[in-house]
């Protein structure tokens, strides 16, 4: 696979530092050499402006913090994802904060056009500025790329969504605030709950977002908080918990979904080093994405 890697140190989008430091420590725990030793072609364009996080307080950014600080971040990386395609290669973004899934998306859409998305997350992150009770843009990503809340994130297009619902399938949600289930439980998306994904298993979870995101000639984009796996295999995220999906299912997932038609590209998010302090897990990720990204790329 011809793979470009692009790096996006930046929490400004969470509520805490820590995930800014992910792709350097990806990095350091030997990804580059690890992806080329699998058979990928790899170029590393390197980092943005590392963007940490940094407290909010003003009255006016209650409902959104930091607004200003993610509207760079996203808007910079999606025009090096819109140019990382255009070149005919297949972007491997390194988070960062879920947010920045706002500049993949985009990006993508300018370069290839209508995008389904293969969202793995514990949280449904489906708040707004109207319903959140912690002003984090972290937490309102799916509503964003949905086109509900703040315009300059919802409608970056000129007024156009970058997503429409039957093009989600949102995989390993568990964790909803009681505001956001209303919204849930309606969206005409596919969900695959992390229970659902043990129970299925890992080959048959990814046929599922397969048959939805990428019958015929479309094309799909997978985001991938890490705080979807175990967190007893994976605990240097910001909020960890035990169960999610295993190492071993999400590497077939992986591998089943990047070696499909119509993958476009993958981002890592929510990898925090200030939890890793052996630099265990970050071996751990990269293992995960040594084994899941079909060296063989997307196959019509």
Known sequence: MNLTILGVPSSIGARNMGTERAPGALRSAGLFQGLEASGHSVVDAGDQEMTPYVPDDSPSHRKCKNLEGVIRVVRLLSQRVESVLREKR??????????????????????????????????????TPQSTPSGILDGMVIAHLLGRGEPALALPEGGTPLLRPGKLALVGVERLDPQEVPFYEALPALRIPGPEVWRMGGAKAAEEVLARLASGEERFWIHCDLDVLDGSEIPAVDFPAPGGISLVQMEVILARLTGAA???????????????????????????????????????
Not at 90 to 117: F, K, Q, W, Y
Not at 265 to 283: H, Y
């Open 90 to 127: 297949i972007p491997l973004v390194l988070g960062g904060d879920c947010t920045v899934a706002l500049g993949s998306l985009a990006g993508a859409v300018r370069a290839r056009g209508e995008m389904g998305l293969a969202y793995f997350d514990r949280d449904a992150e489906l708040n």
């Open 262 to 300: 119509g993958f476009t590209g993958l981002e890592i998010t929510n990898f925090n080093p200030d939890k890793d302090p052996d630099g265990a897990a970050a071996r751990r990720v990269v293992d995960l994405l040594r084994g899941g990204l079909a060296p063989e790329g997307p196959q019509a």
